[in-house]
């Protein structure tokens, strides 16, 4: 399995974060990454989304083209304005009353 912690980060100030097509298992080690503000993650294997409690920064979330069968667990991301969760194969979703400040969810198909 191959995660976000395997790739040997030593700077977690950074507030973009590009991860597309890294062959990505697993989101282990993106709570490091507090200062975030877009991070994308798309075109992977990952297949629950976690770890994202502490990213109270993120405005803009690319998980598009992952295997998501589930959206859960993204209710504390308040600051979130994009959520791409596009291509993928999911069949609910749940808690995203927190998403106050949410414009734009893309669920393309």
């Known amino acids: 399995m191959k995660t976000i912690k395997d ?4 700077d977690f100030s ?3 974060l590009d991860l597309y097509n890294r062959n990505l298992d697993s989101m282990e080690g993106i709570e490091n990454f507090t200062k975030l503000e877009r991070l994308n993650l798309s075109n992977n294997n ?3 989304i976690k770890n994202l409690d ?4 993120l405005r803009e979330l690319y998980l598009a ?3 998501f069968l589930k959206i859960s ?5 308040s600051n979130l304005e994009l959520l791409d969760l ?9 808690n995203l009353k ?9 669920l393309i198909k």
């Open 7 to 10: 790739l040997n980060f030593e």
């Open 46 to 48: 990952i297949k629950q």
């Open 86 to 94: 596009s291509h993928n194969q999911i069949r609910k979703i749940e």
């Open 73 to 77: 667990d993204i209710d504390k991301l």
């Open 65 to 67: 083209e992952n295997q």
């Open 14 to 16: 950074m507030k973009e």
């Open 98 to 106: 927190g998403l106050v400040n949410l414009k734009n969810l893309q």
């Open 54 to 57: 502490k990213l109270i920064n």
